[in-house]
């Protein structure tokens, strides 16, 4: 499912439905609900917001290499690319990295 089309303007929508859908007491039928027009729309409108707020946030690496109780390596984990703990961005997909928590040890 693309969703590089969808725009900040269409997640608040997406998101201002969603609010209105809870504040109903929603069944999650989204197929018959009125306030849903298009349903795959609104899933690309998820998805997107979704990813939006992993890159605002980072994604954790993975150790990877790991010699004499260090790790020499790590990889990110949406796409896999190899980089040393220096690095603030993954050179590949482009997504920040979120050391927080991540030990060389």
Known sequence: MDNTGITFKDMIRGLQTERECVSRDCNRDCYSCDLVEDREWLLQVYD?????LECIEGVK???VKIAKGRVLWWECPNCHE????????CSRCGKELNWEGCNDE
């Not at 997107?48 to 939006?52: L, P, T, V």
């Not at 190899?82 to 603030?88: E, T």
């Open 48 to 52: 997107r917001a979704i990813e939006m």
């Open 61 to 63: 690496p993975n150790p």
């Open 82 to 89: 190899i980089f040393g703990r220096s690095a603030r961005f």
